[in-house]
């Protein structure tokens, strides 16, 4: 472990090729082209191409990089990379030249045939494109396998068709950037000359020990516990909250801490989470694509450092039962090239006309759309987290805050916004201490869509999950209610009156979605049903969300998605699902098998024997022979449900059709894996430990 002191403005960014460097090194002129690209959107020019890879090729050769590789994002979620070595043809001389050409910058082309493209390219047709996504900077990667240069690139088909997370991203940034200017433009701006989404994704996630961890094949196979009682003791107590964070974890974020930040990324702030072994880390706020890379980054790094430590860090959203489960905190807001924050009510929001507009068209859009954006979210893990303990329920809802809550009030009943209400000083009571200026609005962490004061923080998003698809729907919902917005205003006569009018339109159609109160009670199910909103409780039941014609229309306005590409990504959906949960029950099917039934039909032998010790000795073996009993109920119970389950798994797998099969996997398997869980807990809360076969939630979450 490293303990030395380090100097963080030294070491920021030190394996990026930042603007900075890019200002050192750049001829002038190639520099300005690449920044107009950057900025405006241009296209790049091989000529300038050429030269910005020969220097960044210098460059990555003098961190000690061999390689590179253009780093991209399939549509499995983590990031690909193929790496090619600089090395050119050898020389006559037998030597070699490493080169790095323009072409090779821009555009590589891996073999697209393995990545899922859910039917849009046949296998034969394995070519795909990689192109060089120019505004999220390069970055050299240490790692075991050396330095590497990583270029940050878009995958797409021999056609053109999107078949990774970025394409669609940076089209729906495009998107929702043009109709946020189209906008600012009618309330008088005429000098933000862009407007970009701005995403600040934080993290959480669990530490094991590595050695504890590599005892359980449930948590190998799928990032998950498969079997587990709960402890005797829990979160109940609230002592990790904010808590001190121990020695071995404090060692573990230094590092991970200082690897972000040599490649660039952000790493602020860091805490210990509501569940016992649960941890958060959260980067400063970036344009969209690249705090999606950055999110990639930190998931790779937290796995990566926690392995060097002797840790295992657990990105899945619900690794316990009964525990807390990890998500990723989307907060997002929209900002000009001038530094001005779309979001920001100020002091007096009641009076701030473009500010309700913004706000509205954003309730409009989330009310529109709330089966999107609960499709965004939607992954095989984060369905044992949406609406489980302590998580956003899987309703989509809108959290505003006092203040905002009663602008809305007074615009849906009197048609017009008076005042606002103030937060005033929060009296500590304590001399040495300041009065703090209170904030108006008051936290609600129970809410899946919370306005934060000058942001809103989309809180469904699972752990794992990349926080591109969230995002392209935010900004793609967002675009479509802004440019019917200015369709209307860029009509009218008397341009007050009419966002006046609008304002008041949209509040009132869409004050439903808003939900100010504890959205995990069981009140707030019942009321949001009442209020017709959806309640899509787990994957399946949310991916059609996806090709419904409302999602088609709306993304091929925007051009987000062609018809055929949200196809493609509901198919992947489909098979993504089915594909987990297959694994998870033949997981449960092997430690079923080989270790619990074994280890409980040996433990009944030594309770048998007991009972024979104690009979013969002439004792009364009520007690034991009970246990026995229990004991072999349970068994009877479990090796039942084990049958069961290996029936319908092998159904499953001959299904047909990969709607039916996600659906038979979800509903029929799913309710065999609980069936063989029940008695496996059971008879773990009696067996001896020493017999149990693996460790238990206890050995696990707090250990370290
Ligand atoms: P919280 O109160 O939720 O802990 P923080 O201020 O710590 O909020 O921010 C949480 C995340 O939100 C950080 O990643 C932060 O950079 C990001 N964030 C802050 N302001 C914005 C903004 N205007 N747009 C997008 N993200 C933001
Ligand atoms: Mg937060």
Redesign the pocket.
Known sequence: MNSEMVNVAEIFGENVFNDTVMQERLPKKVYHNLKKTIEEGKELDLETADVIAHEMKEWAIEKGATHYTHWFQPLTGVTAEKHDSFISAPLPSGKVLMSFSGKELIKGEPDASSFPSGGLRATFEARGYTAWDCTSPAFVRKDAAGATLCIPTAFCSYKGEALDLKTPLLRSMEAVGAQSLRLLRLFGNTTSKKVTP?????QEYFLVDAKTFQQRKDLIYTGRTLFGAMPPKGQELDDHYFGTIRQRVAGFMKDVNEELWKVGV?A??QHNETAPAQHEL????APANIAVDHNQLIMQTLKRVASQHGMKCLLHEKPFAGVNGSGK?N???L?TDDGI?M?EPGTTPHENTQFLLILTCILKAVNRHADLLRESAADPGNDHRLGANEAPPAIVSVFLGDQLEDVIDQLVSTGEATHSLNGGKLMTGVKTLPDLAKDATD?NRTSPFAF????F?FRMVGSRDSVAGPNVVLNTIVAEAFSEACEVLEQADDFDLAVHDLIKEYATENQKVIFNGDGYSEEWVKEAQRRGLPNLKSMVEAIPAMTSEKAVTLFEKFNVYTKAELESRAEIQYETYSKAINIEARTMIDMASKQVIPAVIKYTKTLADTVNAVKAAGVDATVQMQILVDVSNLLKEAKAALEKLIEVTETAAGTKGFVEQANYYYYEVGASMQGLRAPVDALEMIVDKEAWPMPSYGDLIFEL
């Open positions: 701005s995403v600040g994704p934080e952000t602020k702030t959260a980067p400063i706020y905190h907060n997002w807001s900002i924050n979001l936290r934060t004061g000058n942001k923080e």
